[in-house]
Antibody, heavy 118, light 107 residues
Framework: QVRLVESGGGVVQPGRSLRLSCVAS????????LDWVRQAPGKGLEWVAF????????YYADSVKGRFTISRDNSKNTLFLEMSSLRLEDTSVYFC???????????WGQGTLVTVSS | FFLTQPPSVSVPPGQTATISCGGD??????LDWYQQKPGQAPVLVMY???ARPSGIPERFSGSNSGNTATLTINRVEAGDEADYYC???????????FGRGTKLTVL
């Protein structure tokens, strides 16, 4: 079955960097676009970034553009989110999610918590 | 581009819940709905406005009219209590946009 497992979350000081990983299994990793979506404590879902199958297309939310970088290693079935210049408001659970053929997010990981705190 | 959802909807068990999602030209967009229960990841419950993914009960249906999309849950059960989010990918801005979510309470 399709499985997405995020890791790399933790507590980090403002201005520092962190890299999240999402390891996929149960499907042909190189056949789907992938997204990162986050959710601040007690808040709604906020889209963060998208990466196409071949990596040629990357899109970012305005709130993270220039600070976050999405990438993927199809040989390792892994999606990454490199986060720099972290801010207090970046504190969230970060989910990775697979794009279906129709562009919907049909499978999600369980998320990894990033806490930005001094 | 924004998606507008009511903050909350409450219905007794066995009744019908309708959750709306408003946005400009929403009728021409591929709109999806996600269900999220406390402490869990979201689950896709409707895609392309009215298509149900495998495993989602037939009690769930979707529609749109004008600038409003609607998720309808017939014969609501206690297990349907969750937050529901609508979402579209706005091709003009290359952004995926979520509504702010609607908390469904089963009375």
């Amino acid at each position: 079955q399709v499985r997405l497992v995020e890791s790399g979350g933790g507590v980090v000081q403002p201005g520092r960097s962190l890299r999240l990983s999402c390891v996929a299994s149960g499907f042909t990793f190189g056949s789907n676009g992938l997204d990162w979506v986050r959710q601040a404590p007690g808040k709604g879902l906020e889209w963060v970034a998208f990466m196409s199958i071949d990596g040629d297309n990357k899109y970012y939310a305005d709130s993270v553009k220039g600070r976050f970088t999405i990438s993927r290693d199809n040989s390792k079935n892994t999606l990454f989110l490199e986060m720099s210049s972290l801010r207090l408001e970046d504190t969230s659970v970060y989910f990775c999610a697979r794009n279906s053929e129709r562009g919907s997010l049909d499978y999600w990981g369980q998320g990894t918590l990033v806490t930005v705190s001094s | 581009f924004f998606l507008t959802q009511p903050p909350s909807v409450s219905v007794p068990p066995g009744q019908t819940a309708t959750i709306s999602c408003g946005g400009d030209n929403i009728g021409i967009k591929n709109l999806d709905w996600y269900q999220q229960k406390p402490g869990q990841a979201p689950v896709l419950v409707m895609y392309d406005v009215s298509a149900r993914p495998s495993g989602i009960p037939e009690r769930f249906s979707g529609s749109n009219s004008g600038n409003t999309a609607t998720l309808t849950i017939n014969r609501v059960e206690a297990g349907d209590e969750a937050d529901y989010y609508c979402e579209v990918f706005d091709r003009n801005s290359a952004r995926r946009i979520f509504g702010r979510g609607t908390k469904l309470t089963v009375l």
